[in-house]
C-alpha cells in the first residue's frame, strides 16, 4: 500500500518552473514515486495537494515561504530517498544560479545594483505579485508578471498604473514575452528583425515567432497581455499600450496582433486603435475568419497563426499587406500519406485523436478541424469554440477529440506537459489501444522553459506504438528553431525515424490529420 510523505523546507521561494522541473525529474529517476509535488506553501497551492491526496498535517501548517514536497510512493525508503533527490535537486540549482546570476532580495536592493534596469520579471505566488508589480511601477520598472492567480481587480488596477507612467504590464499569467530579442519564460531563440508581436497566447507567439524565423524573417518584440486582457472587464489596456509602444519603436515595421477573439467592446477600442496606426498590423484572433477588420494597406486579418506569418513574409518581400494562405508546404508527404492511411486503415477506425502541450495549439487544431469535418458538432474537447463541444469526461475520448493537456484538470499538483509529459504519454498508450483511433495528433514545443528533450521524453511510448497490431498514423509538429538549445533538426530527424509524419506548422498538421481521418486521397481542401 502506497504511503505518503512531505517534507518542508522552511523560508526558501523557489518559482514554480524550477519546482516542477524538480517533481519531474523525482518521478522518472526513482521507481517506486507515484506522484511527487513540489510547491510554496500558499493558501492557493494547498487545496491542490488536497485534491492528489497529498494535504499531510505538515502541509497544512507550512508557511507561504515554505517549499512543500509531498511524495506518494510504494514504501517509506522510497519517499525518502524522494525526497533526499528533490532537496539535493534544488541545492544545485541554487549553487547554479549563483555561479552566473547576481541575487539580490527586494526590487529595491537589484534597483542598487543594477541602475539601468527597465523590467521586472515578476513570479512569485499569487497574493504576493500584485503587491511587487506595484513596487516596480512605482520604481518606474515594466512588469513580465509571469505569476497567476492574481484577483482580476488588482490585474486592472495595475494595469492602469502601468499606463499612467507609459510603461507596460505583461500579464498576469505571461509565460512568453521576448523584448529586445531577449527572450522571457517560455521563449524560443529567433533572429532579430522589424516585426513586432502583441499576443494573448504563450504558444501562440511562439508559433508565429518561429515560423518567421523559418522564413527568415526576424522578430525583436513579443509583447505579452495575459488572457484576460481581452475582456471587456480589463478592456484591452495591455493590447494597445502593446500597439503603441511598438508603433513608437523606429525598427518595427511591422505589427502581428494573436489572440482568441476580444470581447465585443474592447475589440472596437482595438479595431479603432488599428485604424489609427501608422504602421500595418496583422490580426489573428483566432476562431474568428478573416475579413472582420481590413483596412486597405493598414491591416489584414488571418485564420491561422501560420497564416499570419506567411502574410508577413508577403509584406516583408514586396511591401503588400496581402493575406497569404497555403494548404501543404510538402505536397509529395502529403499525398503520400493520405494513400498509405485510405489503405491500411480500418473501416472501425475513424477518429482523430489529438494531444497536446498547447492549449492555443489545441484552439487552433479545433478550428480547422471543425470546419474540414463532415457532420456539425462532430467534434469534441477541452477548450470552448463555437461549433464544438465540451467533453463529458477529460479522461476518456469520444469520437474525434482534441485535448490541451495543460488545462487545469491535468495540471493540479503535477508539472505542465511542456515540461513533464508524463500525464500525455499516459493519455498516448490509451489512444493507441482504442479500435476506433484513426490518427494521432501531436505538438512538440522546444524553446527555454520547455522540457530539454520532449521526444526523447516519449520515446519509449513511440517504441510500444510501433509494435501495436493495428496501424495509427501519428501526424506531429514541432515548435522551434535550429537555434532553440534542444535542437529542432535533430528533434524533426528522429520523429520521422521512428515513421512519424511531420508537418512544419500546427495548422497543416491539423488539416492533415482530419484528411486522414476522413480517409481522403487527395490534397485539395475546398
Not at 544560479?97 to 513570479?123: C, E, K, M, Q
Not at 494521432?440 to 520547455?450: A, E, P, R, T
Not at 517504441?463 to 501519428?474: E, G, S, V
Request: charged residues 20%; aromatic residues 4%.
Amino acid at each position: 500500500m502506497a504511503i505518503v510523505r512531505t517534507h518542508l523546507i522552511h523560508q526558501e521561494y523557489r518559482d514554480s518552473v524550477q519546482l516542477m522541473r524538480a517533481a519531474s525529474s523525482v518521478s522518472k529517476e526513482i521507481d517506486g514515486v507515484k506522484i511527487a509535488s513540489v510547491m510554496m506553501g500558499t493558501k492557493k497551492n494547498k487545496p491542490l495537494l488536497e485534491e492528489v491526496g497529498l494535504l499531510t498535517p505538515e502541509a497544512i501548517i507550512a508557511d507561504a515561504n515554505d517549499i512543500i514536497i509531498s511524495i506518494r510512493a510504494d514504501s517509506e525508503a522510497i519517499a525518502e530517498a524522494a525526497i533526499s533527490f528533490i532537496i539535493d535537486y534544488l541545492s544545485q540549482s541554487v549553487q547554479s544560479s549563483h555561479d552566473s546570476t547576481l541575487l539580490y532580495r527586494s526590487i529595491r536592493g537589484a534597483l542598487t545594483g543594477l541602475p539601468d534596469a527597465n523590467l521586472a520579471v515578476i513570479s512569485v505566488p499569487g497574493e504576493y505579485a500584485a503587491r511587487d508589480s506595484h513596487i516596480a511601477l512605482m520604481n518606474d520598472l515594466n512588469v513580465l508578471l509571469f505569476s497567476d492567480n492574481i484577483s482580476l481587480e488588482d490585474e486592472i488596477r495595475l494595469k492602469k498604473e502601468a499606463h499612467s507612467k507609459g510603461l507596460l504590464l505583461m500579464g498576469p499569467d505571461c509565460g512568453t514575452a521576448m523584448i529586445k530579442n531577449v527572450g522571457l519564460g517560455f521563449c524560443n531563440i529567433v533572429n532579430p528583425g522589424s516585426i513586432g508581436i502583441i499576443a494573448a497566447s504563450g504558444t501562440g507567439t511562439q508559433e508565429v515567432m518561429t515560423l518567421c524565423h523559418h522564413l527568415n524573417l526576424g522578430v525583436t518584440h513579443a509583447i505579452g497581455t495575459g488572457s484576460r486582457d481581452v475582456t471587456d472587464t480589463v478592456g484591452g489596456i495591455t493590447m494597445i499600450d502593446g500597439l503603441h509602444a511598438l508603433e513608437r519603436d523606429t525598427s518595427i515595421k511591422l505589427i502581428i496582433l494573436v489572440s482568441k477573439p476580444p470581447e465585443a467592446n474592447t475589440m472596437s477600442k482595438i479595431v479603432r486603435e488599428i485604424r489609427n496606426c501608422s504602421k500595418p498590423v496583422i490580426i489573428n484572433f483566432l476562431g474568428k475568419h478573416h475579413g472582420y477588420c481590413d483596412f486597405p494597406n493598414k491591416s489584414v486579418t488571418v485564420d491561422t497563426l501560420e497564416e499570419a506569418a506567411y502574410t508577413a513574409a508577403t509584406f516583408i518581400q514586396s511591401g503588400k499587406l496581402t493575406r497569404t494562405t497555403i494548404q501543404f508546404e510538402d505536397e509529395v508527404k502529403v499525398v503520400n500519406s493520405l494513400r498509405e492511411a485510405k489503405q491500411r486503415l480500418h473501416p472501425d477506425q475513424k477518429f482523430i485523436r489529438g494531444l497536446f502541450a498547447g492549449g492555443t495549439f489545441t484552439f487552433e487544431a479545433a478550428q480547422i478541424i471543425r470546419d474540414l469535418l463532415l457532420t456539425k458538432d462532430s467534434l469534441y474537447t477541452n477548450v470552448h469554440l463555437d461549433g464544438t463541444r465540451i467533453i463529458e469526461n477529460v479522461k476518456t475520448s469520444q469520437g474525434n477529440t482534441l485535448i490541451d493537456m495543460g488545462a487545469d484538470e491535468f495540471t493540479l499538483g503535477k508539472p505542465h506537459p511542456m515540461i513533464d509529459q508524463t500525464e500525455r504519454t499516459q493519455r498516448f498508450l490509451k489512444e493507441i489501444n482504442d479500435p476506433e483511433t484513426a490518427v494521432i495528433l501531436l505538438d512538440f514545443v522546444l524553446g527555454y522553459g520547455s522540457h530539454p528533450d520532449p521526444v526523447l521524453d516519449m520515446e519509449d511510448a513511440f517504441l510500444q506504438w510501433k509494435k501495436n497490431d493495428r496501424f495509427i498514423p501519428i501526424v506531429a509538429h514541432v515548435c522551434g528553431t535550429p537555434l532553440d538549445p534542444q535542437d529542432y533538426n535533430n528533434s524533426l530527424n528522429r520523429l520521422a525515424s521512428h515513421g512519424i509524419i511531420t508537418m512544419p506548422t500546427n495548422a497543416q498538421a491539423a488539416k492533415l490529420a482530419a484528411l486522414i481521418a476522413l480517409k481522403k486521397d487527395k490534397t485539395e481542401i475546398k
